[in-house]
């Protein structure tokens, strides 16, 4: 790779950017151009370069040369190319630590940096491959002084050397909480921290969550957790999160829900993503993928995880040519009691309900007797998350909350029905 050459204090907006593939970072490819519509405000364009026939980027970016794709919305960028931008968390990081001269979808694009979320990345340059070069990452020694710079920035404290070192916009599809990207003897991996304001310790639930569903036999992320020092004089983690992105050396294409349901112009509601699923999946896979989701929706119904949005699920592309559900990431208890999902759960809609999950069943491919099955295997689970989470180090306090939600009625009589 070239050596770094773009600088947010130096950069001089453009409206044409180059998106690469770099499945093998060793030999990046051209995939095609970006620029800033001339008809809707703040929104990216994008042309398949000639010389690019590997892969559409996903279904609604088919291999059409000469064809400009546009997503047609503000602030938004076509397909899969809208999955390469940062997170909530990433934009604000580019909006005060880096500052560039403009503010557009390409600079968000640009300014995400070199190790974003899946294999797609953004150069000034269609010759060769030259990004917002970030690093090298904070290490483990680095945590105290990450975990001070995480704090600052959210309550808008002035910008130092050490924040600019140390925080870079975030890699992951989507979320507004605090992360980076941390060095560690196995790799980089996400490590995500608690928001000022949140009332449990975020980090730690998610990670007992995690490891719950896994309990489950959900395929997870794999997580750990780390103590830090917290400035508010309260015991307080940090989440480790191992990319499930990259396969050694090489990076994955990835597309988040939201994409793959928008491009097969369904809603966004589980059973249309098993329907998906049924399309782009490997034929000897697509029962155990469907599933796997069927279980994934009855887990956050009874764990009261309803930020289940279609960023919050998203799948890969495997070196064979077939899409596969990615391990399920971001599921911890939202503790607001809602009754409804972000998703769509059924006939129902999004109501949080056991009865509402198994009124579309035909979608999954699963015969009613089967999910019944699988029911009582997560409820089952579920309903040992108390002496888990406890093993798990969760405070007192934190326990009473999570027993207001997981434990209320709604909840608890739904699993108990199934146990």
Not at 26 to 42: R, W
Not at 175 to 186: E, F, I, S
Not at 382 to 410: C, N, T, Y
């Amino acid at each position: 790779m070239s050596e770094p050459v773009i600088n947010p204090r130096t950069y001089v907006p453009q409206d044409q950017l180059y998106v690469w593939a770099m499945v093998n970072p060793a030999a990046p490819t051209l995939v095609g151009e970006l620029k800033l519509s001339q008809l809707v405000a703040n929104c990216a364009t994008f042309t398949y370069d000639t010389q690019w026939w590997q892969f559409p980027l996903s279904e609604d970016l088919p291999l059409v040369q000469g064809q400009e794709f546009t997503a047609g919305d503000r602030g938004s960028a076509p397909g899969a190319i809208d999955d390469a931008r940062p997170d909530r968390w990433g934009e604000r990081i580019i909006r005060h630590i880096d500052r560039p001269a403009r503010l557009s979808i390409l600079e968000m694009l640009l300014f995400a940096g070199d190790d974003r979320f899946g294999a797609l990345g953004v150069s000034v340059s269609a010759d060769e491959y030259i990004p917002r070069y970030l690093g090298p990452y904070p290490q483990l020694r680095d945590l105290a002084e990450l975990s001070a710079a995480i704090e600052d920035l959210q309550t808008q404290a002035p910008i130092t050397a050490d924040m600019q070192r140390l925080l870079q916009p975030g890699v992951t599809l989507g979320g507004a909480r605090p992360k980076a990207l941390l060095q560690t003897d196995a790799g980089p991996c996400v490590i995500k921290f608690s928001e000022l304001d949140d009332a449990v310790d975020t980090p730690l639930l998610e990670h007992a969550t995690m490891t719950l569903a896994k309990m489950a036999g959900i395929q997870v992320s794999v997580t750990g957790v780390l103590p830090i020092p917290s400035r508010r004089g309260k015991a307080c983690h940090a989440l480790t999160i191992q990319r499930f992105d990259r396969a050694g050396e090489y990076r994955m294409h990835c597309l988040s829900a939201r994409t793959v349901l928008r491009a097969a112009r369904l809603n966004e509601s589980y059973s249309a993503l098993a329907t998906v699923l049924l399309r782009l999946g490997h034929p000897d896979r697509q029962g155990a993928m469907r599933e796997e989701l069927f279980m994934r929706m009855v887990f956050n119904i009874l764990t009261d995880n309803t930020d289940d949005h279609e960023r919050n699920h998203s799948l890969r592309l495997g070196f064979d040519g077939y899409y596969e559900l990615t391990p399920a990431y971001d599921v911890v208890p939202t503790l607001q009691n809602l009754g409804y999902q972000a998703l769509s759960v059924g006939t129902a809609g999004a109501e949080s309900s056991l009865e509402n999950a198994l009124t579309e069943l035909s979608e999954f491919g699963i015969k009613r007797a089967r999910a019944i099955e699988l029911i009582q295997q997560v409820a089952g689970v579920v309903d040992q998350w108390e002496d888990h989470f406890k093993q798990q180090g969760v405070s007192p306090a934190d326990m009473d909350l999570l027993r207001a939600s997981i434990d209320r009625d709604a909840l608890k009589l739904q699993r108990r029905a199934f146990c």
